[in-house]
């Protein structure tokens, strides 16, 4: 009997070769992958990949740090070799407008006050020196010559020439020690004080062959330290009654929701050139127009430092004839 045929073999459940191909090649690289995780060549090529990443990350962050903070090192540097001394050189200013460019201009505008402020000190230190100076001097001649000669010295007018050197000295040092006090703030205590009182207080009790004419507003109060007030009148008026020729005006009133305190005189007036020049500490324009030698050069100085520290000006304003000084101060 004859043997049947064999047919093409079918492989039930295994789908289409396609598949089973597909199959395959997943299984192949399954195989593969496992290997991989098995000696660990993987995880050798994902660590060297991350080292290489953050070597990376590293060097550009570095250079990155580095061009930041070059110019702060600079500043850093230049800033370590100025010394009180030398207060002329600044540090490096980078262009545009980040944070290191504004240091480095915030830097170089302190080092300019600063050195505008010594600048003043050293001066001041050697106007002062030189003020004090010349009574010292004069003392000390009057003195040795009496002590040398007394047969031929007026022992009473030794003495008076004595006490008048001794006075101008301690006026000088007086209104220096004020000074000092005003520009360090001081703790002064302020009060609410009515500016034409005090004005009307002030001018009452001065004895002065001019006449001195008053227009007061009452009720215009500031806060402020009396007796620090009270100077800054004073030298106004001592300085208007030295250069007036006849009449000396004080005028108290509100301009501007602030109160306004004026003092004018008749005299010749201060140049428009000289108007700043006369609140400088030790300047005496020209004594030939007083009647007397003059003060120490202090008095406006003193005057223009108590209203900027009372959150005020001083200023000499634009008059017909004569000086009209302008003091202006924040109402109470």
Known sequence: MPR???????LRGRGHPREHRAR???????????????????????GSGVLLLAAVAAGITWRVVGRTLGPVEAIRAQLA?????????????????????????????????LERAVARQRQFASDASHELRTPIAGLRANLEDASMHPEDNDLRGVIASALRDTDRLESIVTDLLLLARIGTGGSAAQEPIDLAALAGAEVGRRS??????????????????RMQLVRLLGNLLDNAERYAGSCV??????QDDRALLVVTDDGIGVAPADRERVFERFTRLDTARSRGAGGAGLGLAIAREIARAH???LRIEDHPSGARFALRLPLE
């Open 81 to 113: 070799e100025i010394s009180a001394t030398d207060l002329s050189r600044r540090v490096p200013q980078p262009p545009g407008q980040d944070e290191i460019a504004q240091l480095a201009r915030t830097a170089n505008e302190t080092l300019d006050r």
């Open 208 to 225: 002065s062959e001019l006449e001195i004419v008053t227009e007061l507003t009452r009720g215009v109060v500031v806060r402020g330290v």
């Open 4 to 10: 049947p045929v064999a047919g093409p073999r079918v």
């Open 24 to 46: 395959l090649r997943r299984r192949v690289r399954g195989r593969a992958a496992a290997a991989y995780l098995v000696n660990g060549l993987l995880e050798g090529v994902l």
């Open 311 to 313: 959150g005020g000006t």
């Open 249 to 254: 005006t004080v005028r108290v009133g509100r």
